[in-house]
């Protein structure tokens, strides 16, 4: 039951300030006559003192979980390509990142080389235009266009001539 759960919270946390601040009260009572202000005042310090370590907890969580994001981050970022060395060709494994200039020392001749990154650009499956709203759903689908270039053309094969009739 969770309703259970929160009347124990709410009546623990209940008795954590009003036990202290009751009993400060009675010393109060006992040294100066006044029973309600020290109790009062005790609350009140009480209540300051859980706001404050409640938020501060807080906060301390907030840091706890951006720290986590940037470990997160140096792990994405810290990828690994096996590449050959420069002079030997030997493979090594390169840990590599775009923002910075990347080099590695060969495990073997212990040269040192400059990684060189070379991209291109791919297409991508384009997915069929959905039909916007109000349009008809039956469009002909386009077929994609192939550039053919430079294949050898495959010759048909000859017309093989009627083997004469051996009659
Ligand atoms: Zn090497």
Partial sequence: ??????IIILALSMGVVMVPSLILGLVGLLLWGMFW???????AIIWVIGYVSDTLS??????????????????RNQQSVETSCAFCKVR???P????????????KCK?????????????ITTP????????????????PVVEVQDIPEVPEPEEVPDAPSLG
Wanted: glycine content about 2%; aromatic content about 6%; proline content about 4%.
């Fill in 1 to 6: 039951m969770k309703n259970k759960e929160e």
């Fill in 92 to 94: 090594n494994m390169v």
């Fill in 128 to 143: 069929l235009d959905l039909p916007q709203w109000g349009q008809k759903v039956n469009l002909p689908i386009q077929e």
């Fill in 111 to 123: 040269q040192t080389s400059l990684m060189v990154f070379q991209f291109t650009a791919a297409q």
């Fill in 96 to 107: 590599v990142r775009l923002n910075i200039r990347n080099t590695f020392e060969c495990t």
């Fill in 37 to 43: 202000v020290p109790t009062l005042v005790a609350i």
């Fill in 58 to 75: 807080k906060q301390k969580v907030q840091v706890d979980l951006a720290k986590v994001k940037v470990q997160e981050l140096q792990v």
